[in-house]
């Protein structure tokens, strides 16, 4: 009777669709895609579809958080840093339809989110699976039934006419902002700001630049001047070489506060009333909860979106990380308008509600019917 049972329950799960997420994270990197990816992965998971990661081991990985989430992880291995980017994808292709073909399902799909991959990477993979969806902000080529992207630009609706085929589904805009639950549920006891006195200093990743410390020696010359320097929050990586300056700058300002490889960092954001950070995926977070930020692109990637933005007044840009020193930092201090701050978090919580994940897994869902 049990092994009938049993029977049973592997014939009944050869019937889910199964979906293989090829995404990498570590120091260079950082975790944005990777932790994007968890999110939707976390919302498909409720809709009945069995999910696993394929990643690399780089440096400063958060493979383990997957497995901590109940999620499988197959490893591929690192290319060789003098081979050539063409042989780089094609390794990458082989190795993951290895494990495509000895781990799928009845119905097996694709999803990555890489700017190292391409249209070349997901051709070469499109007979080892039913559906190839592609998560990407880079307005490139993809052969793929479902396209993502988050970001908002000023030519949105028509970006991707000429780069994906007619039949593809594209689900453009902040509107599909892949974010953890944490942020939907904060989003319910989150009002636009309005006095400014906390303030969150948070980059993510390996903050190449140090911009970190730039802000904190700016807000150290300018601590007794301004009224919202009541608290300090400053959140870095594990991955920032500069961790042990920034404890001690951190140590020498009253009312800073320092934490390293923060998981759940929506409650500092609803803490704060202004935010100094890099664009990429933790711009949506910060509008998800109404929090006016400081924008420093710190990737080349990160410049259009950021600028329409500031265009918008949801955020204020103020240009390439390269280029900002502590002086030009204490100046933008200086200048800021309290009255724009306080618009700029109202707009900002129009632009995105939290709910993404779960519009893009509905929307996934239906791909079982095409």
């Known amino acids: 009777m049990g ?3 049993n029977l049973g ?3 009944m799960n050869m019937k889910r669709n199964k979906i293989f997420i090829r995404v990498d994270s570590g120091v260079e990197i950082g975790a944005g895609h990777a932790m994007r990816c968890l999110s939707l992965a976390q919302a498909l998971k409720k809709m009945n579809f069995e999910l696993c990661f394929i990643s690399k081991k780089t440096k400063g990985n958060i493979s383990k958080l997957f497995v901590d989430k109940g999620f499988a992880v197959y490893y591929i291995q690192n290319s060789y840093s003098k081979s050539k980017k063409n042989e780089i994808i094609k390794n990458d292709a082989n190795q993951t339809a290895k494990i495509i073909i000895k781990h799928k399902a009845k119905l097996s799909w694709l999803l990555v989110d890489h700017y190292d991959l391409d249209f070349k990477w997901e051709k070469s993979l499109r007979k ?9 902000d880079l307005a490139r080529k993809h052969n793929s039934d479902l396209l993502l992207d988050q970001n908002y630009n000023e030519n949105l609706k028509t970006r ?70 009541k608290e300090i929050d400053v959140v870095i990586s594990n991955s920032d070489k500069n961790k042990d300056k920034i404890e001690q700058l951190c140590n020498s300002i009253p009312n800073a506060k320092f934490y390293q490889n923060v998981y759940k960092i929506g409650k500092l954001m609803c803490k704060a009333d202004l935010a100094v950070g890099a664009g990429g995926s933790s711009t949506w977070e910060r509008f998800c909860l109404g929090l006016p930020t400081i924008v420093s692109i710190v990737a080349d990637h990160q410049q259009e979106t950021t600028e329409a933005l500031a265009k918008k007044e949801c955020l204020i840009n103020v240009g390439l990380a390269k280029n900002l020193s502590v002086k030009k930092y204490v100046e933008i201090f200086e ?30 869902r239906l791909l079982q019917s095409t």
């Open 335 to 364: 200048n800021l308008d309290i009255k724009k701050l306080q618009n700029i978090s109202k707009n900002s919580l129009k632009v995105v509600d939290g709910k993404g994940s779960v519009r893009v897994a509905k929307k996934i």
């Open 160 to 229: 991707y006419n000429k780069l994906v085929s007619r039949k593809c589904i594209k689900l453009l805009g902040p509107k599909y902002a892949l974010l953890r639950n944490e942020f939907s549920d904060l989003r319910k006891i989150v009002k636009p700001r309005k006095n400014f006195k906390n303030i969150l200093i948070s980059f993510g990743g390996s903050d190449p630049t140090n911009e970190t410390g730039k802000v904190l020696s700016a807000i150290k010359i300018l601590k007794t001047k301004k009224q919202f320097l």
């Open 128 to 136: 080892y699976v039913n559906k190839i969806i592609v998560i990407d």
């Open 9 to 11: 329950k592997k014939t």
């Open 3 to 5: 092994r009938l049972l």
